[in-house]
């Protein structure tokens, strides 16, 4: 059962199958979930509404798949089934920049990305049905735009690590999973369609299952975390673009620079606010951001995450060596020194004492 594509059709009696059920689940989750989307007030409207018209265009292609399962029509569905995979990748791509980027707004420029959805539907009224010629065409345009969308994560990353001190509300690994889980689903459908069929016992598709699992993850998910989450700013993006400028040996000013940035660091310990980010510290230090960038990177050697991160870890070591209060714990410690990860912490602190944050602490109260 194609669920990118399309599917030659075959003559059978009307039944109402376990796969039949499976779409029909589909399509009804589909449209609740994105009338929930449509409907939910939060910050990330623009991203509801673009996970809600993905959903809708998935509900519009099973309803087209289960019409043509119970031969309900005789309308040839292939011509027009194609069109719809055509649109996931688009909407998919600008979903997932609507969360990466805190200023994305939807321009009339996107609807571009729309143009052979468009194209093909419209075709077989022509009498030219490009489904039924390149169809197959779909499944490269979906590649090119999850290729996209994971460029963008890529760089928001490393946006993310010159700009924040972690990642606790700028984690986007659920839409990392987005787009492994629809992956997943593309590459199945395309072993279905051009190798061999893929099907459970009693006929049941194995697409239709993983996009099930799909309708309900985004949905879970997308509708859950986006108001967690807060994306980068235009200016951290353009930030990032300096960070790879390297200069020589720091000259009077740059050192004098330099020295008011320890001395802050030393006196007010800035790091141990969990939610410090590039623009709080720039702005305590009346440096301007790009600025404090350029130094971090080119001076301490280090990002802007990493370079809190290690003064984090050595004020942690220095509570665990000179503990006043022998009852003090490791979360109470991971708490002072400025995390709000219990893994983050103790994967960070590994790396950089080649101890866990229980070993080390063992090790140095019984010196």
């Known amino acids: 059962m194609i669920n990118f594509a399309y599917e030659i059709k075959s003559n059978r009696f009307m039944t109402i199958s376990i796969t039949n059920i499976i779409s029909f689940i589909i399509i009804f989750q589909s449209i609740l979930f994105a009338f ?6 939060g910050q990330k409207k623009v991203s509801n509404a673009l996970l ?13 798949f289960l019409i043509d399962e119970l031969d309900l029509t005789s309308i040839n569905i292939n011509s027009f089934l194609c069109v719809f995979g055509f649109a996931y990748g688009p909407l998919l791509f600008l979903y997932s920049n609507s969360l990466i980027f805190d200023y994305f707004k939807f321009k009339p420029k996107y609807l571009y ?11 077989p009224f022509i009498g030219y049905p490009l489904c039924l010629k390149i169809g197959s065409l779909l499944y490269l345009s979906l590649g090119v735009y999850v290729f996209l969308a994971v460029k963008g994560l890529v760089a928001y990353r490393k946006i993310v690590l010159q700009t924040q001190s972690s990642f606790s509300r700028k984690n986007l690994i659920w839409l990392k999973w987005t787009m492994i889980i629809f992956s997943i689903t593309l590459f199945l459908d395309i072993i279905n369609q051009f190798i061999f069929p893929l099907y459970f016992p009693f006929k049941i598709s194995v697409t239709h299952l993983t996009i099930l699992f799909f309708v309900n993850w985004i949905f879970y998910k997308g509708l859950k975390q986006p108001q967690l989450f807060l994306g980068i700013s235009e200016t951290d993006e353009s930030i990032t673009k300096d960070s790879t400028k390297k200069d020589k040996e720091p000259n009077e000013d740059v050192k004098t620079e330099l020295n008011h940035i320890k001395k802050y660091f030393e006196e007010n310990k800035p790091y141990t606010n969990s939610e410090i980010s590039l623009h709080n510290l720039a702005v305590k230090l009346q440096i301007p951001e790009r600025r404090l960038s350029y130094l971090i990177n080119n001076y301490f050697n280090q990002n802007f995450m990493g370079f809190i991160n290690f003064y984090r870890i050595e004020y942690a070591k220095e509570c665990f060596t000179n503990s006043k209060d022998p009852k003090e714990t490791i979360l109470e410690v991971m708490y002072d020194v400025g995390f709000s990860s219990k893994s983050s912490f103790n994967t960070i602190f590994k790396q950089s004492t080649g101890f866990t944050p229980s ?3 063992k090790k140095h109260s019984s010196l």
Request: net charge positive.
């Open 36 to 41: 929930v989307l449509f409907t939910h007030r």
């Open 52 to 64: 809600a018209s993905l959903l809708l265009v998935l509900a519009s292609q099973f309803s087209l």
């Open 113 to 123: 990305h729309f143009i052979p959805s468009l194209i093909i539907l419209i075709s």
């Open 359 to 361: 070993e080390f602490k």
